[in-house]
T-cell receptor, first 112, second 113 residues
Framework: SQTIHQWPATLVQPVGSPLSLECTVE??????LYWYRQAAGRGLQLLFY??????ISSEVPQNLSASRPQDRQFILSSKKLLLSDSGFYLC???????????FGAGSRLTVL | GENVEQHPSTLSVQEGDSAVIKCTYS??????FPWYKQELGKGPQLIID?????GEKKDQRIAVTLNKTAKHFSLHITETQPEDSAVYFC????????????FGTGTRLTIIP
């Protein structure tokens, strides 16, 4: 069966520090991968999605970047965090050609 | 692009009563409408979905209805239980390819014992 792992679960970082959130999927090949951010009252905002290794699409201009170094690995990064980067970040995957998303447990980032 | 509106933002229901959450969408080409349930501190989980070729789908106490003409769809939970308390998200997309889901802003449902 397929599983998705996301870490760390919680993270407290000072403004200006770097960020790395990691997501891996097991039990499937060539998944579509997604990073969402969840803010109160704004639902789930799609940040990045990837249809293959090295293929990243950005949905909104922001202080973050994403990379997909391996087929089932998706990384969310920042060189210098801003206060506004605080939030709950969710990784998700889907089968190519399908829209059914399976989400990870999320990473709560607090920038102080 | 697609825009999904969801109402209400919060809903409190007495245990055993029914709860209804409504969503509207803007893109008439959308044909896939899932609902996700998010429990506290967890990622959202798919609970039911509907394709545009049907008007209603039911799974035990949960049902979803779709009105393509009016471009709205609703989630119905009957005989609510405390474990139904969660945040519910609707979404819409064009099925197939790599089209992305557009989510509503969520409804926090509280079941009062």
């Amino acid at each position: 069966s397929q599983t998705i792992h996301q870490w760390p679960a919680t993270l407290v970082q000072p403004v200006g520090s770097p960020l790395s959130l990691e997501c891996t999927v097991e039990g499937t090949s060539n998944p579509n991968l997604y990073w969402y951010r969840q803010a109160a009252g704004r639902g789930l905002q799609l940040l990045f999605y990837s249809v293959g290794i090295g293929q990243i699409s950005s949905e909104v201009p922001q202080n973050l970047s994403a990379s997909r170094p391996q087929d089932r690995q998706f990384i969310l990064s920042s060189k210098k965090l801003l206060l506004s980067d605080s939030g709950f970040y969710l990784c998700a995957w889907s089968t190519v050609g399908a829209n059914v998303l399976t989400f990870g447990a999320g990473s709560r980032l607090t920038v102080l | 692009g697609e825009n999904v509106e969801q109402h209400p933002s919060t809903l409190s229901v007495q245990e055993g009563d029914s709860a209804v959450i409504k969503c509207t969408y803007s893109d008439s080409a959308s044909n896939y409408f899932p609902w996700y349930k998010q429990e506290l501190g967890k990622g959202p989980q798919l609970i039911i979905d509907i394709r545009s070729n049907v008007g209603e789908k039911k799974d035990q106490r949960i049902a979803v209805t779709l009105n393509k003409t009016a471009k709205h769809f609703s989630l119905h939970i009957t005989e609510t239980q405390p474990e139904d308390s969660a945040v519910y998200f609707c979404a819409a997309s064009i099925r197939g390819g790599n089209e992305k889901l557009t989510f509503g802003t969520g409804t926090r449902l509280t079941i009062i014992p």
